[in-house]
């Protein structure tokens, strides 16, 4: 099992000699945090896969809604990793054991709802991977958590970045900083009212990018596009690996002939997430969007947990049904009664199918009831 990244991946001796530091530690939580673009992501996976080393498998608690590691944008979810990914270059979707779809890729519209979801999924990782031990004791870690956090730390931001800090009380803090010091986090144990007793390990590194100077610099790159490959890499999982599609425009054939399921609109819910929609202008908004499946929870938290995405290809008000296409398993499917709407849509380059008569109907449907 090689853990060694790519050659097209730099890792400084400073990240190298952190990550093994944190390897040595008994079942570490590591929250990794910093400026946007400064490597989180990236010294995330690195860690991940020196861990495996010593784990069959490590928890990875992914809060970047914005550019997720392992799910499309706009989750929260925990995955549980079993398998060292050496090229961390190469996006790599996995299917997370729990998550939450929020809606947008910042937290900014709606950061009370976005912490809930966090502590939420922290609150499943603590019950299902932690022994509590009764007395004075902490608990015994079965699992080792990291947790990726996203890149706004001014602002509201860096007040939810505190209260996340204070809530989860991570064994290790890994901090990277650039030389733009404006736009890095305060010094030392910013997080903490007061002297903290020393359970908390504070790592802080540069980031792995520098200029010609060798200073840290951010690693400006467009999101947006990013986001868009990461939504059409989870929609290629609707065909099979051999299935001959390589190219954007064969994707966008593929998807406006693929077979969606018939969902009967009197078995859903349908949420707007951030926003109020007109009961009469619900399917307007509903068809050729991207939604969250969930399952409608009916406990004191009320959390819709999501089993993945999907796209609404058409909307029949005279039959009652959706149209709907998406990669989740039929198993799973059934048990979905809620789809969630939010600011998440559907790439550019999949709606200009040409030589299809209509990219969003089809008379050819799977029933799920």
Same mark, same amino acid.
């Given at each position: 099992? &090689?853990?060694?990244?790519?050659? &097209?991946?730099?890792?400084?001796?400073?990240?190298?000699?952190?990550?093994?530091?944190?390897?040595?530690?008994?079942?570490?939580?590591?929250?990794? %945090?910093?400026?946007?673009?400064? /490597?989180?992501?990236?010294?995330?996976?690195?860690?991940?896969?020196?861990?495996?080393?010593?784990?069959?498998?490590?928890?990875?608690?992914?809060?970047?809604?914005?550019?997720?590691?392992?799910?499309?944008?706009?989750?929260?979810?925990?995955?549980?990793?079993?398998?060292?990914?050496?090229?961390?270059?190469?996006?790599?979707?996995?299917?997370?054991?729990?998550?939450?779809?929020?809606?947008?890729?910042?937290?900014?519209?709606?950061?009370?709802?976005?912490?809930?979801?966090?502590?939420?999924?922290?609150?499943?990782?603590?019950?299902?991977?932690?022994?509590?031990?009764? /007395?004075?004791?902490?608990?015994?870690?079965?699992?080792?958590?990291?947790?990726?956090?996203?890149?706004?730390?001014?602002?509201?931001?860096?007040?939810?970045?505190?209260?996340?800090?204070?809530?989860?009380?991570?064994? *290790?803090?890994?901090?990277?900083?650039?030389?733009?010091?404006?736009?890095?986090?305060?010094?030392?144990?910013?997080?903490? &009212?007061?002297?903290?007793? /020393?359970?908390?390990?504070?790592?802080?590194?540069?980031?792995?990018?520098?200029?010609?100077?060798?200073?840290?610099?951010?690693?400006?790159?467009?999101?947006?596009?990013?986001?868009?490959?990461?939504?059409?890499?989870?929609?290629?999982? %609707?065909?099979?690996?051999?299935?001959?599609?390589?190219?954007?425009?064969?994707?966008?054939?593929?998807?406006?002939? *693929? %077979?969606?399921?018939?969902?009967?609109?009197?078995?859903?819910?349908?949420?707007?997430?951030?926003?109020?929609?007109?009961?009469?202008?619900?399917?307007?908004?509903?068809?050729?969007?991207?939604?969250?499946?969930?399952?409608?929870?009916?406990?004191?938290?009320?959390?819709?947990?999501?089993?993945?995405?999907?796209?609404?290809?058409?909307?029949?008000?005279?039959?009652?049904?959706?149209?709907?296409?998406?990669?989740?398993?039929?198993?799973?499917?059934?048990?979905?009664?809620?789809?969630?709407? /939010?600011?998440?849509?559907?790439?550019?380059?999949?709606?200009?199918?040409?030589?299809?008569?209509?990219?969003?109907?089809?008379?050819?449907?799977?029933?799920?009831?």
């Amino acid at each position: 099992m &090689d853990s060694s990244p790519s050659q &097209d991946i730099y890792i400084p001796k400073q990240w190298s000699e952190a990550v093994e530091y944190i390897s040595c530690s008994s079942t570490p939580i590591v929250f990794i %945090c910093g400026a946007k673009n400064c /490597g989180k992501t990236t010294f995330s996976r690195y860690l991940l896969n020196i861990l495996l080393h010593k784990y069959t498998k490590v928890a990875y608690l992914d809060t970047d809604v914005g550019q997720p590691a392992f799910t499309p944008p706009a989750f929260l979810s925990l995955t549980i990793v079993h398998k060292v990914t050496p090229d961390l270059t190469v996006p790599c979707l996995k299917t997370p054991e729990r998550c939450l779809f929020f809606g947008d890729v910042s937290c900014k519209r709606d950061p009370s709802t976005y912490l809930s979801y966090v502590f939420a999924i922290y609150d499943y990782y603590q019950k299902e991977y932690s022994i509590s031990v009764k /007395g004075e004791n902490p608990c015994n870690i079965k699992l080792p958590l990291i947790v990726n956090t996203p890149g706004w730390v001014k602002g509201v931001g860096y007040d939810v970045l505190v209260d996340m800090l204070k809530y989860i009380s991570p064994t *290790h803090v890994v901090k990277i900083s650039t030389s733009s010091e404006n736009k890095n986090l305060p010094a030392g144990e910013f997080w903490l &009212d007061e002297e903290h007793d /020393g359970t908390i390990n504070l790592i802080e590194i540069n980031s792995a990018r520098q200029d010609s100077l060798n200073r840290s610099v951010l690693f400006q790159k467009d999101a947006r596009p990013l986001r868009d490959l990461r939504i059409m890499a989870y929609f290629r999982q %609707c065909f099979s690996s051999d299935s001959n599609i390589s190219t954007m425009k064969e994707l966008a054939h593929a998807l406006a002939s *693929h %077979c969606p399921y018939e969902v009967p609109i009197a078995s859903i819910k349908i949420r707007h997430l951030h926003c109020e929609v007109p009961s009469s202008e619900i399917f307007f908004s509903l068809n050729a969007t991207i939604v969250g499946l969930a399952v409608d929870s009916e406990g004191p938290e009320n959390l819709p947990w999501c089993f993945g995405l999907g796209i609404v290809r058409g909307i029949d008000t005279v039959k009652g049904v959706l149209y709907v296409i998406t990669p989740v398993p039929h198993s799973s499917l059934e048990k979905v009664n809620l789809l969630l709407q /939010g600011y998440i849509q559907i790439p550019s380059c999949l709606l200009q199918v040409q030589e299809c008569i209509s990219p969003y109907m089809s008379a050819n449907t799977l029933a799920i009831n």
